[in-house]
């Protein structure tokens, strides 16, 4: 199993950046694949940004080049840095983990981008 829990987050005018968290209850080499997912009022969860354990990154067209997925392995943490913020990003972002046991998702995050 793996707890993921996430902190960043919050209010944001258009044209800024936040920073999002998700810290693994164990190393995330373990862990096949990390990302973060996200779902907007009345809308379906989409995908947003993806990291392999090999380091390998994917990101939905929407948020490539404003968005970017990293991590700190010492800290089991994978981070998302969101520049150029949009009302469209508006939404909660979860983080989620995907090992050969099965999926695991964070708690969820409100990201609010004014306009």
């Known amino acids: 199993q793996v707890q993921l829990v996430e902190s960043g987050g919050g209010l944001v005018q258009a044209g800024g950046s936040l920073r999002l968290s998700c810290a693994a209850s164990?190393?995330?080499?373990?862990?096949?694949?990390m990302g973060w997912h996200r779902q907007a009022p009345g809308k379906q969860r989409e995908l947003v940004a993806t990291m392999t354990s090999a380091g390998s990154t994917n990101y939905a067209e929407s948020v490539k080049g404003r968005f970017t997925i990293s991590r700190v392995n010492a800290k089991n943490t994978v981070y998302l840095q969101m520049n150029s913020l949009k009302p469209e990003d508006t939404a909660v972002y979860y983080c989620?983990?995907?090992?050969?046991?099965?999926?695991?998702w964070g708690q969820g995050s409100q990201v609010t981008v004014s306009s």
């Open positions: 989620n983990a995907l090992t050969g046991g099965g999926a695991y």
């Open positions: 164990r190393s995330i080499f373990t862990i096949n694949t």
